[in-house]
């Protein structure tokens, strides 16, 4: 069934998007994280442009997140507190970095700078996870638990100005950090159109020290605001949301996810850590040969030239 995308003004297999969304829904379910960075580099494969794949891909980090932040908030696993602070640095970096894609697609440097973030992102992100369930794993089947850094006590970020209780974490800690956390996350958001969890998650963990009974939930509850938050900014300032292409990844990312927490259940984390790690850089392997390939049709201006001899 082909359907017409009125933004991306390309037709698609409506059916082909739709196994698309459900397929990261599921992986989203699985793994907990938002999937923005598999959803936008999986439609610029599809033949969408970056700038829409960046803008639209937002609304299926809000569908797939929004059902694990209520969950979370049911179970008293959010710091309201936290979360704000992350949320306020999360819209200052999502404004700057609506206007740094705008300025990017007016001098048409957009899509290569897309393309070029993600390789970069995907390949050290992918590579430092693969190293770290592989070392985990080997840890574990030795009979040895790896070793934790203890939560909330001896943080770097204590010794900054500008202090602020969080109680439900039991910090207390300078909001700089919290903001520059949030901040850095929004305008990643805004430029890569990812959720920012798999940046988020161990951040506040190895940074920040926040306890890990707080983590997942606290970081969705940024996410969903700041992927909205991003969304309405680019559909104002960029006019790239392309809503027919947004309901289809939405209702199928709902749908798989579902599936996907089921699944997720069956396998050990430092499994599933893995599996993710290699899915990231199979992503990240095939943009960079997107990137580094020579194009089936090689653009030529010998047309234009004789055009303008005569």
């Known amino acids: 069934m082909e359907v017409y995308l009125p933004i991306a003004e390309v037709t698609v ?31 610029i494969f599809s033949g969408i442009a970056p700038a829409v794949a960046v803008a639209t891909g937002a609304n299926q980090v809000i569908a797939s ?31 700057i ?12 440097y957009l899509d290569a700078v897309i393309s070029v973030c993600y390789v970069l992102f995907l390949g050290v992100i992918g590579g430092l996870m693969l190293v770290e369930s592989i070392r985990t794993i080997i840890q574990r089947r030795r009979g ?22 969080f109680k439900r974490s039991k910090l207390y800690i300078s909001v700089f950090p919290v903001l520059a956390l949030g901040g850095a996350v929004g305008f990643l958001s805004a430029i890569m159109g990812v959720g920012g969890g798999f940046i988020m998650v161990p951040a506040m963990i190895y940074l920040l020290r926040v306890p890990t009974n707080v983590v997942i939930g606290t970081s969705l509850f940024q996410i969903v605001f700041v992927a909205a938050f ?17 309901l289809l990844l939405m209702t199928a990312s709902v749908l798989g996810a579902q599936v ?51």
């Open 13 to 43: 297999n409506a059916l082909a998007i739709f196994g698309m969304g459900a397929a990261v829904g599921f992986l989203a379910g699985m793994f907990g994280i938002g999937g923005g960075f598999l959803i936008t580099p999986l439609l």
């Open 65 to 95: 997140s929004v059902s694990g932040m209520l969950a979370h908030l049911r179970r008293n696993a959010v710091d309201r507190d936290l979360g704000l602070v992350l949320l306020a640095g999360g819209m200052i970096g999502a404004i």
């Open 97 to 108: 970095g609506v206007y740094a894609f705008k300025i990017l697609r007016d001098l048409g």
């Open 144 to 165: 040895r638990a790896p070793s934790m850094r203890r939560p909330g006590q001896h943080s770097w970020a204590e010794r900054l100005p500008v202090k602020m209780r």
């Open 230 to 246: 991003t969304t309405l900014m680019h559909a104002i300032t960029n006019g790239t949301v392309d809503i027919v292409l947004a």
């Open 260 to 310: 996907g927490v089921q699944a997720g259940q069956r396998l050990k984390a430092d499994e599933l850590r893995a599996l993710l790690a290699l899915l990231v850089l199979t992503v990240c392997g095939r943009l960079l040969l997107r990137l580094i390939l020579t194009p089936d049709e090689a653009f030529s201006i010998s047309a234009l030239i004789g055009a303008f001899a005569a």
